[in-house]
């Protein structure tokens, strides 16, 4: 089972990034996929999910409005489109695979972690 993130970087507030994650050795398409950022000294906070069951989305109230989850099963990848970002977003990403159709919004829902990806934003 592996989970690659990627797409981190530096970036200007009010900027945007793409994060992706990768997922192979799982049926990955039968997985609810979320996205977890942490920063030093803080706990792993949820940012957003996509059930595999019916596609259906959330996200923090941190970044709703301005983050959209999405996956393409055929490519085996789930995005994280992060616009309008701010300082308070900087923190290593971490994508997460939960088996069960509904995804979770907390850590220990989650079977399977990729490595971080870090995302820096400067004011």
């Known amino acids: 089972v592996q989970l690659q993130a990627s797409g981190g970087g530096l970036v200007q507030a009010g900027g945007s990034l793409r994060l992706s994650c990768a997922c192979s050795?799982?049926?990955?398409?039968?997985?609810?996929m979320g996205w977890f950022r942490q920063t030093p000294g803080k706990e792993r906070e949820f940012v957003a999910r996509v059930n595999w069951s019916d596609g259906n989305t959330r996200y923090s109230d941190s970044v709703k409005g301005r983050f959209t989850i999405s996956r393409d099963n055929a490519k085996n990848t789930v995005f994280l489109q992060m616009n309008s970002l701010k300082p308070e977003d900087t923190a290593a990403y971490y994508c997460a695979a939960d088996n069960h159709p509904i995804g979770g919004s907390f850590r220990y829902q989650y079977n399977h972690w990729g490595q971080g990806t870090l995302v820096t934003v400067s004011s």
């Open positions: 050795g799982l049926p990955c398409s039968r997985y609810s």
